[in-house]
């Protein structure tokens, strides 16, 4: 999958690390996974694990419309 913060692209390792200094700035962080229509649900479900791993359970999964 492809994955983008605030409309920058990164790899997953660097969304880690995004999700790595959220939970240190703020454990209590809120995070939104918002994939497209067309993404495979094991895209959505590497950010969920992310998130679990940096301490971050407060997430939610919604969908947007398909790009492009």
């Known amino acids: 999958g492809k994955y983008y913060v605030s409309g920058a692209y990164m790899t997953l390792a660097e969304v880690e690390q995004v999700l790595r ?4 700035d703020n454990p209590e962080s809120a995070v939104i ?5 067309r993404s495979r649900i094991d895209a ?3 950010i969920m694990n992310a998130c679990n791993k940096m301490g971050l ?3 939610s999964l919604t969908t ?3 790009q492009g």
């Open 21 to 24: 200094q959220s939970s240190a």
């Open 33 to 37: 996974i918002r994939a497209d229509k």
């Open 44 to 46: 959505a479900v590497q």
């Open 57 to 59: 359970p407060n997430y």
């Open 64 to 66: 947007a419309p398909a």
